[in-house]
């Protein structure tokens, strides 16, 4: 049996792959594939594994009934439509809680290095241009005792508050869709209102899944209602902040400073003003990017495809209504 995989992905996963004597074909070249190519490449095979955000929508399941089962390499999924997956019975993987970590480091990274303006002063030094030690030049906010927003408090969310308790004793308050008791309990996390979550954090972090609902979210309207020393950071996806609003904020001194490891497009264009702002600090999408972290999403990736090939439900399922009344999605050969 076959897979595709449309990145290179560590050995680690490989392996495994291998070991369960599958065929693989791995997509090496540094573009992304079109729509046309990913079609051509799955229409003999049997699994896809995933990694990168090429679309998985209803055009492309319906052009390769041979597919059997899809695995991304990815906690997120807001690429793939999985109501047309469920339709066409193919179990979805994902690889949540591995990353948790990771990212979490990230978000964590952003607020800080944002909250001292530390890419922009990087740059600074790199054209020779260094503030001998004026005690009003390149300074930054503390965060010691500040209030910390969570939109979106899951897994990561959690993590990203752990580490802000920890280390600078920041009162979390957070909004999700339903409340958190893990947060509550351990974190004292306070359950706001979206509007009181705006008006109240010095910094807020972004942790939710990008969805019809948390599209835009972070808009014009939100921004205004946000304090003008707060840091927004966004480690989720790009589409849930809308990127000219928050320019308009930033220019606008209605908020103080960004830290985005997501962008919207992906790559963000070299010539962006959020590149030169001294208060904005922007990573290339690297949230679960060590090698320990993405070992572990590309091992759970191969068992994915491994339990999906063998008509067994999948480790990490996102789509588990796939198994309703049937035993485990399209029948393997
Ligand atoms: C990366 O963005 C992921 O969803 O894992
Ligand atoms: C800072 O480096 C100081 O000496 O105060």
């Known amino acids: 049996m076959k897979v595709f995989i ?43 594994l995933s990694a990168g955000s090429s679309k998985i929508d209803a055009g492309f ?17 807001d690429n793939v439509d ?31 290095a944002t909250s001292r303006k530390a890419f922009y002063l990087h740059k600074k030094i790199l054209r020779g241009d260094w503030n001998f030690f004026e005690p009003t030049a390149n300074l930054g906010l503390s965060l010691e005792g ?12 959690q993590a990203m508050a752990r580490r802000s308790k920890a280390a600078y004793n920041m009162p979390i308050l957070y909004h999700n869709r339903k409340p958190c008791t893990t947060a509550e309990k351990e974190l004292g996390a306070r359950y706001v209102s979206f509007e009181t979550l705006l008006r109240e954090s010095d910094v807020l972090s972004v942790h939710a899944p990008l969805t019809a609902d948390t599209q835009d979210k972070f808009n014009a309207a939100a921004f205004a209602q946000m304090k003008p020393n707060a840091i927004f950071v966004n480690t989720a996806r790009g589409g849930l902040h809308n990127e000219p609003d928050l320019i308009s904020a930033l220019l ?6 960004a830290g985005l490891d997501v962008t919207n497009p992906e790559p963000m264009h070299p010539d962006n003003v959020l590149l030169q702002m001294p208060n904005v600090c922007v990573l290339p ?8 972290t993405r070992d572990a999403m590309a091992i759970l990736a191969a068992r994915n495809i491994i339990a ?22 399209r029948p393997a050969l």
């Open 6 to 48: 449309t990145r290179v992905i560590p050995q680690a996963g490989l392996r495994l792959l291998e070991e369960a004597g599958l065929t693989i074909e791995q997509w090496t070249k540094k573009r992304n594939l079109t729509p046309a190519e990913l079609v051509d490449h799955c229409r003999d095979a049997d699994a896809l």
């Open 61 to 77: 399941l319906a052009a390769v009934p041979h597919l059997k089962v899809i695995a991304l390499h990815a906690v997120g999924y």
């Open 82 to 112: 999985i109501t047309a997956a469920t339709a066409h019975g193919i179990p979805i993987g994902n690889t949540p809680g591995v990353l948790t970590d990771a990212t979490a480091d990230t978000a964590f990274l952003l607020m800080l």
């Open 146 to 157: 500040k209030t910390l927003g969570i939109f979106g408090m899951g897994s990561i969310g």
């Open 252 to 257: 606008n001194h209605q908020i103080w400073g």
């Open 285 to 292: 999408h690297i949230g679960s990017a060590t090698v320990e």
């Open 308 to 329: 999906g090939l063998k008509g067994e439900r999948l480790p990490a399922v996102v789509n588990p209504q796939v198994y309703e009344g049937k035993p485990a999605g």
